[in-house]
């Protein structure tokens, strides 16, 4: 049996459903890295460029772990999946930076996702290239995108009643929307989490920053349950139509939640370098000041960060939004709320 | 309406020729200084790149000066500076210094958008005073490039470099002052008699390519002056990009025709074979160029943080292996330190003689 890798990182956790199923259905094995740990994130260091960011760094790691167990890496150039718009150059030469930089890497598939190279491309196109590596027969390729189409479907479905995207990736089709609504909904404060899945969603690098949420008694909802029409109608709103598809999910999420009288605060999860985070999280952050009046925090990850530092910080912002939720409606004599003790 | 726009090398010249021929109103911010940075860097995110730093802090300044509407392209994507506009007003609007921003890029919707925005800057005059202002500006460019494509040629032969320096920055002057083509001419002709005048050096000269992002390319302020130092350094230094060939490329479409980028994307498919935003491609595509031509090194300069440079950074490695050409890259931003820059250009012109040294007793 065929065996294909496909490392848990970036794009793995929007698109990790959708091509499992794809491959399964093929009767390729699918083996996916194992979840990160201290020797592939040191692994991935050393491989990549320093200047790279981090959830690449980590890319390379998972990459080199994968290597010598599989027969295929599947790193699909993901060039753009809307039209006029981008993912991030980085992503875009990912495979050619993993081949100037490791030699003796089993074969990549690279095939590219561009939507704006024929009329009405779309994954059934791609999963034909990818596809006619492994198989000539069109039909089962066939019957294989459309297993993997339906299993996107309900992922997104998933996603999109509130389970976070490592839940939704392990929960079966049994799971009904009504067990998921009430994970979600738990816990005393709301906290809007932002930032790309591949940070927010890997507890090792994000050091577990959900579970530490959730510890102090805030229940969490992230950009992944906002539904993509939602998001495309508040970008709407934008001075200009942000051309990276990531980044339009952020600000798209950082605006429903802006709008979310429930919300009690918003913490901004970023790694150090990221490009068009360096200006969405820019803009989100004086937006959150004088649009919404949210209490806001950015959270800044590379290879270095301290834990305890992390720890600090959350309470400190949980603390205060604790303060600021029990002296609300104390007005003083002087006509100014007072947030403190 | 005073209109003003960023500092990017030399382009100043070209715009200040084309806004002044079709009559309007405008302030230049001052030349980048260390003043500028600091501007930008207070008020600018702090991972955004160098250019949009230093781009803020011009505004800032011009500013001070009266300029009240900011004339800037952008883009669509993938490279931030698509975005930096609309970011930059953003940070203006809350600092109560709103300015308006008129920004020239390829149209969402309809080339309306366009003409609207020219129309709005230009007032009411017509096309063919339009097309005659491009034209001049266009003149200028070429003027501009042909006075720093010999300067970096007599760079490492002359034995006055100072003299050589004062010859072109009185060109410079002369272009930016110049009303017709025929002074520019003549101002080129002036310039190249000058030049004759300087005794030279005879070779064989190090010849080094320089490439990288755009901006920190043309901009001596942002890398440090590199070229002059490797110039001093005795290298001979060939740039991958010029500012024509910019205008052409990205205004025009390249209906002109001036040697562009096309090529070198060709070189770059073997190692980077999608193009990645801004000029990270042709960052690869030139250094297998200068790789071919038999280069002594490529020196690769990059805001930090930029994302298609990283690619092609990373990238770097490979097309060094298979040409033998050494590279050395340089991230910069406000951090950098001159003297740290200039360290390692000595230590790699020293590298870089040493290869050539030792591939002569070879071939002996």
Redesign the interface.
């Known amino acids: 049996m065929i065996k294909v890798g496909i490392p848990r990182a970036l794009l793995f956790y929007y698109y990790y459903p959708l091509w499992r199923a794809f491959f399964t259905e093929l009767d390729v094995q699918v083996i996916v890295s194992p979840e990160t740990n201290k020797r592939i994130l040191d692994a991935g260091l050393r491989s990549?460029?320093g200047?790279?960011c981090l959830p690449v760094k980590l890319f390379f790691g998972h990459v080199l772990e994968l290597s010598d167990k599989v027969d295929y890496l599947f790193v699909p150039?993901l060039?753009s999946v809307e039209q006029?718009?981008?993912?991030?150059?980085?992503f875009?030469?990912l495979s050619?930076?993993l081949?100037?930089?490791l030699p003796n890497l089993p074969p990549i598939i690279d095939t590219?996702f561009d939507v704006s190279e024929r009329r009405g491309f779309d994954w059934p196109h791609f999963f034909e290239k990818v596809g006619s590596i492994f198989t000539r027969d069109r039909h089962l390729i066939k019957r294989a995108y459309c297993s993997a189409l339906e299993a996107d479907k309900n992922f997104r479905r998933l996603l999109n009643s509130g389970l976070l995207p490592p839940e939704a990736m392990d929960a079966g089709k049994g799971m009904s929307e009504a067990a998921a609504t009430s994970v979600a909904s738990q816990g005393f404060l709301k906290i809007g989490l932002l930032g790309h899945p591949y940070n927010l969603y890997d507890s090792y690098i994000s050091m577990n920053l959900i579970g530490k949420v959730r510890q102090m008694g805030a229940s969490v909802i992230t950009a992944a349950s906002v539904p993509d029409d939602l998001i495309e109608s508040q970008t709407k709103k934008?001075?200009?139509?942000?051309?990276?598809t990531l980044g339009k999910q952020m600000i798209g999420a950082a605006l429903t939640f802006f709008e979310n009288e429930q919300l009690d605060g918003v913490i901004y999860l970023t790694s150090?370098?990221?490009?068009?985070?360096?200006?969405v999280?820019?803009?989100v952050e004086?937006w959150a000041k004088?649009r919404a009046n949210l209490p806001f925090m950015m959270l800044t990850i590379d290879e270095h960060t301290g834990e305890a530092g992390m720890v600090t910080r959350l309470e400190a912002f949980t603390e205060m939004i604790k303060r600021r939720k029990k002296h609300e409606n104390y007005v003083s004599a002087y006509g100014k709320p007072v947030h403190c003790c | 309406m005073k209109i003003t726009y960023p500092h990017m090398g030399n382009l100043y010249i070209v715009v200040r020729a084309l806004l002044t021929s079709l009559g309007v109103d405008l302030v230049l911010p001052p030349p980048t200084s260390r003043r500028t940075v600091e501007l930008g860097v207070r008020y600018a995110p702090e991972f955004a790149c160098f250019p949009l730093k230093l781009n803020l802090g011009n505004f800032l300044e011009a500013r001070e000066l009266g300029a009240d509407t900011i004339l800037m392209a952008g883009g669509v994507g993938p490279c931030r500076f698509g975005y930096y506009a609309q970011v930059q007003k953003e940070i203006l609007d809350d600092l109560g210094k709103s300015m308006d921003m008129v920004v020239l890029e390829p149209p969402d919707v309809s080339w309306r958008e366009v003409k609207d925005k020219i129309r709005y800057v230009v007032g009411d005059i017509s096309w063919w005073r339009i097309f005659k202002a491009i034209r001049f500006a266009w003149y200028k460019a070429r003027a501009v490039d042909t006075v720093e494509e010999r300067v970096l040629f007599l760079r490492p032969r002359t034995y006055e470099p100072y003299r050589l320096e004062e010859y072109r920055r009185q060109a410079l002057r002369r272009i930016d002052e110049a009303s017709d083509k025929r002074e520019m001419d003549e101002i080129l002709r002036d310039f190249n008699n000058q030049c004759r005048t300087l005794p030279l050096k005879s070779g064989p000269f190090l010849r080094v390519g320089f490439v990288g992002e755009i901006f920190t390319v043309l901009e001596p302020f942002a890398n440090y002056d590199m070229e002059r130092r490797l110039g001093l350094l005795g290298v001979e230094v060939t740039r991958s990009i010029y500012l024509s060939a910019w205008i052409n490329e990205h205004l025009f479409g390249g209906l002109l025709r001036v040697k562009g980028m096309e090529h070198v994307d060709k070189l770059a498919a073997p190692y980077l074979n999608s193009f990645v935003g801004g000029h990270g491609q042709e960052t690869v595509g030139s250094t297998v160029e200068f790789g071919r031509q038999g280069y002594d090194g490529v020196v690769h300069v990059a805001p930090f943080t930029c994302m298609p440079e990283i690619v092609a950074h990373s990238i770097l490695p490979a097309v060094s292996k298979d040409y033998g050409i050494p590279t050395l890259t340089f991230y910069l931003d406000e951090q950098s330190g001159e003297a740290g820059i200039q360290t390692r250009l000595e230590a790699f012109v020293d590298l870089m003689a040493a290869r050539r040294e030792k591939r002569r007793k070879e071939n002996l």
């Open positions: 990549a460029l200047e790279a150039r060039i006029k718009e981008y993912i991030c150059p980085k875009m030469g050619d930076m081949r100037a930089r590219a934008l001075p200009k139509r942000l051309f990276w150090f370098g990221c490009g068009p985070e360096s200006l999280g820019e803009l004086r004088h």
